[in-house]
């Protein structure tokens, strides 16, 4: 059993920056495909970037490398996500997800056995 617990949201002026961080539980964080996703209001959940458990990663076609970067620290069971250039369109709930199955998980996110809760990102115009 994994436990994944966000941190690190807020509130931030657009052309920001945040990292937001989760922090998961258990032995074998090492060993899990590591993902970020976000849901806006109204919106449906979308994939940002992944990381996998060899540290490759896996970027959403629908963001431009540069802004948002995924970094994992497998001794301290936490995988980052670093925002930069923020803009208000970026405001949404940020989740980060984990697979044991598959490093696909933007394409596969039915294949995360487990999901944090969630941290709010609010970028402000």
């Known amino acids: 059993q994994v436990q994944l617990v966000e941190s690190g949201g807020g509130l931030v002026q657009a052309g920001g920056s945040l990292r937001i961080s989760c922090v998961a539980s258990g032995r074998t964080f090492s060993s899990y495909n590591m993902g970020w996703f976000r849901q806006a209001p109204g919106k449906e959940r979308e994939f940002v970037v992944g990381?996998?458990?060899?540290?490759?990663?896996?970027h959403s076609v629908d963001f431009l490398k540069g802004r948002f970067t995924i970094s994992r620290d497998n001794a301290k069971n936490t995988v980052y996500l670093q925002m930069n250039s923020l803009k208000p369109k970026d405001t949404a709930v940020y989740y980060c997800?984990?697979?044991?199955?598959?490093?696909?998980?933007?394409?596969?996110?039915?294949?995360?056995?487990?999901w944090g809760q969630g941290t709010q990102v609010t970028v402000s115009s």
């Open positions: 997800a984990a697979s044991g199955t598959t490093e696909y998980i933007g394409v596969r996110p039915h294949e995360c056995e487990y």
């Open positions: 990381i996998t458990w060899s540290g490759n990663i896996i």
